[in-house]
């Protein structure tokens, strides 16, 4: 079992495994969300060296949309 911990505070969230998992700091309010790079980390019980962990302080639906992006309309 391994420690899941704030990507920003480091508080200690929880301890387990995981494949995919998102949960909110009571401390910092960030959003962390953690997931396995692959089952191969699962299945040979690996450190957190083949763990991903992306962390976020907003939800999707507060973010801006690249200026870049390009609308396509369907053809028929």
Known sequence: MQDIRCG???KKLG???F???TIKCSRCK???H???MSSEA???RASLSGVNIEQ???SLDRRQTSSR???HPAVP
Do not use: F, K, P, V
């Open 34 to 36: 953690l997931r396995a």
């Open 8 to 10: 920003t505070c480091s």
């Open 30 to 32: 960030s959003m962390n």
């Open 56 to 58: 976020t302080d907003h």
């Open 42 to 44: 699962e299945c040979h």
């Open 19 to 21: 494949i995919a998992l």
């Open 69 to 71: 992006q390009t609308y």
């Open 15 to 17: 301890e387990g495994e």
